[in-house]
């Protein structure tokens, strides 16, 4: 069974940095290595948004209002892949979710939160 396991989340002051890691497990390297992997966000009271892409040769795209403050990354070798998020606001504040796009497969959430 495949699992996306997300930790790095927190309380933050506006301005912060925060790391976001999701560990994928259940599944081979040939299936998650040319996957797209992917973070998304929620606020509350609004729909869910994509934040960043990386596809599986390496090609990244991100939301205008992430885009130059936030970096996705992965480590194939580790199945693991990263949201580095600097210069946090706290219109960032939300759910964030991984996402494995191929296999369509989700985390369950981690909480960010940016004060003022």
């Known amino acids: 069974q495949v699992r996306l396991a997300e930790s790095g989340g927190g309380l933050v002051q506006a301005g912060g940095s925060l790391r976001l890691s999701c560990k994928v497990s259940g599944i081979i390297t040939s299936v998650f290595n040319p996957d797209t992997v992917a973070w998304h966000r929620q606020a509350p009271g609004s729909e869910r948004e994509l934040v960043a892409t990386?596809?599986?040769?390496?090609?990244?795209n991100y939301s205008d209002s992430v885009k130059g403050r936030f970096t996705i990354s992965r480590d194939n070798a580790r199945k693991t892949m990263y949201l580095q998020m600097d210069s946090l606001k706290p219109e960032d504040t939300g759910v964030y979710y991984c996402?494995?796009?191929?296999?369509?497969?989700w985390g369950q959430g981690t909480q960010v939160t940016v004060t003022a």
């Open positions: 996402n494995l796009v191929k296999s369509d497969k």
């Open positions: 990386l596809t599986g040769d390496r090609r990244t």
